[in-house]
């Protein structure tokens, strides 16, 4: 490897046999021993399904990882995305040294922490002092070097009043928490961190985040960091890998792996309609459709765009209104609007119309959830991302300038010059 490449992963694969544990393994183990001692290949590497959840394998083995090749450079904050089972945290573990690969080989200069589970690491019986100092020997660190560090670790987890108390006693948030600050201030050269830190609170993971990046800017130290939270992963990671049943299917800058992960994983359309006995909500109220008003095949900015929610009202005098929340492409959450009119209904179809408004969102793909609201605030239906637009822009506002405008949203702000004084 060259001096900047800290992190390698060559042909790494990993195959898993399913069914019960030790179910016939015998007969393969010995027939693996035969091909050895004769300077075969193991016969098993040639068979085995691809990692794909949603078809049913021919084969008892799975290749839960197959052919993965990447390179990690000093200071780099990789994100490894894919969708559920893709094979992230068998990477992560395999990376960790927590189990190793069926084929290939992973070279790595430096220690390395990971924290891929609440409690990866601590013994239940020990405090959690004792395991700070446990966590440091496993890195190879000597008690001095520990100690200079123990007050810094117990300070940004804020566990310090059961620091002394048996971590089996501490709740998930609070060990995610303290496992963090072991892993984050005992300096490794590569921090490996799982969705695990999901487990904390909003301003803990805030704080973790603001750690990642400091230690990846100022320590020069590399973090590999797995997550479903796809604005973490924008904010702080500088180049992505898209995992996909076991597979590379990219690995580049972290906008170009942001979209294609959810492009890949999106299966949403601009409208949605269900028949009376498959609509979602109960016996009070159902939605019966959801789509955006359009008269071309393209959502421009400059133009208002409607939603529209049809819903059926099943008894008389309820109340009933519509939500809608808007999340951008990556996963940053924009906005929500009730319709707050709160009138008593009769029974029948209604049709509840949202306007978006001209020159408010920028370009880009937006999805949109649907609450459906009763009396006293009961939620009978919420449907999560249920529709997405794309939107494009005729540039009607643009005059010479042809470059892009980033953001969220983008505003046609009224402007006026007028002179102070004349030179």
């Known amino acids: 490897m060259t001096d900047d490449i800290i992190l390698k992963a060559e042909d790494i694969s990993?195959?898993?046999?399913?069914?019960?544990?030790?179910?016939?393994?015998?007969?393969?183990?010995?027939?693996?021993?035969?091909?050895?001692?004769?300077?075969?290949?193991?016969?098993?590497?040639?068979?085995g399904d691809v990692n794909n959840r949603a078809i049913k394998g021919q084969s008892d083995y799975v290749w839960a990882l197959k052919d993965i090749n990447f390179e990690v450079r000093r200071g780099e904050v990789l994100g490894i995305i894919g969708k559920n089972?893709?094979?992230?945290?068998?990477?992560?573990?395999?990376?960790?040294?927590?189990t190793s690969p069926t084929t290939g080989v992973i070279k790595s200069k430096g220690r390395i922490a990971s924290l891929l589970e609440v409690g990866t690491g601590f013994n239940p019986e020990l405090t959690g002092r004792e395991n700070i100092f446990l966590n440091g020997a496993i890195l190879g660190m000597t008690k001095k070097e520990i100690s200079?560090?123990?007050?810094?670790?117990?300070?940004?987890?804020?566990c310090e009043r059961y620091i002394d108390t048996p971590t089996k006693r501490y709740s998930s948030g609070m060990t995610v928490r303290l496992a963090f600050a072991v892993a984050a201030f005992?300096?490794?050269?590569?921090?490996?961190?799982?969705?695990?830190?999901?487990?904390?609170?909003?301003?803990?993971?805030?704080?973790?985040?603001?750690k990642m990046q400091d230690i990846s800017r100022q320590g020069g130290r590399t973090v590999l960091f797995v997550s479903h939270n796809m604005a973490a992963v924008k904010s702080l990671c500088t180049r992505?890998?898209?995992?996909?049943?076991?597979?590379?299917?990219?690995?580049?800058?972290?906008?170009?792996?942001?979209?294609?992960?959810?492009?890949?994983?999106?299966?949403t359309s601009s409208k949605i309609s269900w028949l009376p006995e498959e609509a979602p909500g109960n016996s009070n109220a159902k939605i019966a459709a959801i789509r955006f008003y359009k008269e071309s095949d393209l959502f421009y900015i400059e133009d208002d765009?409607?939603?529209?929610?049809?819903?059926?009202?099943?008894?008389?005098?309820?109340?009933?209104?519509?939500?809608?929340?808007?999340?951008?492409?990556?996963?940053?959450?924009?906005?929500?609007?009730?319709?707050?009119?709160?009138?008593?209904?009769?029974?029948?179809?209604?049709?509840?119309?949202?306007?978006?408004?001209?020159?408010?969102?920028?370009?880009?793909?937006?999805?949109?959830?649907?609450?459906?609201?009763?009396?006293?605030?009961?939620?009978?239906?919420?449907?999560?991302?249920?529709v997405s637009i794309e939107l494009n822009e005729r540039g009607d506002h643009r005059a010479d300038y042809f470059g892009h405008w980033s953001g969220v949203v983008r505003p046609y702000l009224t402007w006026e010059n007028s002179i102070i004084e004349t030179l």
Not at 243 to 267: T, W
């Open 148 to 158: 200079s560090k123990i007050a810094e670790i117990i300070d940004f987890s804020g």
């Open 240 to 267: 992505g890998i898209v995992l996909e049943n076991g597979m590379v299917s990219f690995q580049g800058n972290i906008d170009e792996a942001l979209e294609i992960y959810n492009s890949s994983s999106d299966s």
């Open 85 to 98: 089972g893709a094979g992230k945290s068998t990477l992560l573990k395999i990376l960790s040294k927590v």
């Open 186 to 210: 005992l300096e490794p050269e590569i921090l490996v961190i799982d969705e695990v830190l999901a487990v904390g609170d909003a301003e803990f993971q805030k704080k973790a985040i603001g």
């Open 305 to 386: 765009i409607a939603l529209e929610v049809d819903f059926w009202n099943f008894c008389d005098n309820q109340t009933l209104n519509v939500s809608v929340s808007i999340h951008s492409s990556n996963e940053v959450y924009i906005m929500s609007s009730p319709n707050l009119n709160r009138i008593p209904l009769k029974a029948g179809k209604y049709k509840s119309v949202c306007t978006i408004p001209k020159d408010f969102l920028n370009t880009g793909k937006y999805y949109f959830s649907i609450l459906l609201v009763g009396d006293n605030f009961e939620i009978i239906s919420q449907l999560d991302k249920i």
């Open 14 to 47: 990993k195959q898993y046999r399913l069914g019960q544990v030790g179910t016939g393994t015998l007969s393969h183990d010995l027939n693996r021993w035969w091909h050895s001692i004769r300077g075969k290949e193991d016969p098993y590497l040639k068979i």
